[in-house]
């Protein structure tokens, strides 16, 4: 184990006269501070700068945490933001910072930028450059004061979106007038697992082994059924204070997976909230030291797999008389069906199997109050005539963008024939 090194005799360093005992940390240890060469020092030296730290009993010196909860604004008008995308793989995030001059209010304040589109997978090495459009912004809750997260999407100079820029055409689906009309609410429920570092195996559970069967760990409280609450919770109060639309969170099925809902949220802002709360994850379970993982089945065997349940309504749908506009939107997602699927996340056929509350990937189905279909009505939706559907296909590496523009796409912009409707009114065993 490397350890930090100790201050030259011609470093100096005061010591409270309440620091005795004290005792070099390792590199495992928080913290280290950066001194300054002392002038007086005759030494021929070039090093300007030498790290060390010590620790003592009563206190230790961490300059580098007292860095890092450092509120600038006092001190500065110029803020941090920090530009998101979304990279090569569809799902992976990243991230770089840069300096605003003041505060901003709205992403239209803010420049575009620019990133090595080789290093993700997004671009050639001899065209490499990718345009970073700003279109969401959030609060920081890492660095506080007014610095802020900004969602970005992808362009290439010319400002064609690039191939993995979802979000354009879910933009495009949203500023229909027909769905501008009908308000699309969404509510969209990401499940999740932590994994320790690694071994890459669920938190709690023992390496190599498996934990009791499912059964205990849904919603459950103790040391031996919950694993991770501190992360959850550290993510919800995370998201409220970056002011995303965060509704709720719980415990799941499986030990060591959780899940965060995200809504009601309309049109494409669902899209940016659930990527935005997804970033603040990743950097939660990286200070944390935990793998994060959105695999819509990261173990086999009898245990749930992770989906991306997402809850839409339309302004109709939540009128009086919207139960039919349910039934006539199921139909219609019915024999769109195999589009849904192949755009509702990779690895998807190994969680929608017909078991662990899925419907069979290549069977379309759906009820009230039903886990195991692929469209959920609840009861309280039937009850009162009105109300939302819950498509539980998403898997949980879905992106939104694509679920949610189509879903609009889906039940407001696409016509099936009126043969095609019958059909599947009857194979439903529908009446509408």
Known sequence: MAQILAPSPQWQMRIPKNSTNASLMTSKMWGSLLLKQNKKATTKTSAKFRAFAIYSENNAINRLEDLLKMDVTPYTDRIIA????????????????RTISKPVKHPSELPKWNYDGSSTGQAPGEDSEVILYPQAIFKDPFRGGNNILVICDTYTPAGEPIPTNKRYKAAEIFSKKKVIDEIPWYGIEQEYTLLQPNV????????????????????????????????????????????????????????????????????????????????????ITEQAGVVLTLDPKPIEGDWNGAGCHTNYSTKSM???????????????????????????????????????????????????????????????????????????????????????????????????????????????????
């Open 200 to 283: 890459k195996w669920p938190l709690g559970w023992p390496v190599g082994g498996y934990p009791g069967p499912q059964g205990p760990y849904y919603c459950a409280a103790g040391a031996d059924k919950s694993f991770g609450r501190d992360i959850s919770d550290a993510h919800y109060k995370a998201c409220l204070y970056a002011g995303i639309n965060i509704s709720g969170t719980n415990g799941e099925v499986m030990p060591g997976q959780w899940e965060f809902q995200v809504g009601p949220s309309v049109g494409i802002e669902a899209g940016d909230h659930v990527w935005c709360a997804r970033y603040i994850l990743e950097r």
């Open 82 to 97: 920090e530009y998101i995308w979304i990279g090569g793989s569809g799902i992976d995030l990243r991230s770089k910072s």
């Open 318 to 432: 939540r009128e009086d008389g919207g139960f039919e506009v349910i039934k006539k939107a199921i139909l219609n997602l019915s024999l769109r069906h195999k589009d849904h699927i192949s755009a509702y996340g990779e690895g998807n056929e190994r969680r929608l199997t017909g078991k662990h509350e899925t419907a069979d990937i290549n069977t379309f189905s759906w009820g009230v109050a039903n886990r195991g279909c692929s469209i959920r009505v609840g009861r309280e939706t039937e009850k009162e005539g009105k109300g939302y559907l819950e498509d539980r296909r998403p898997a949980s590496n879905m992106d939104p963008y694509v679920v949610t523009g189509l879903l609009a796409e889906t039940t407001l912009l696409w016509e099936p024939t009126l043969e095609a409707e019958a059909l599947a009114a009857q194979k439903l065993a529908m009446k509408v």
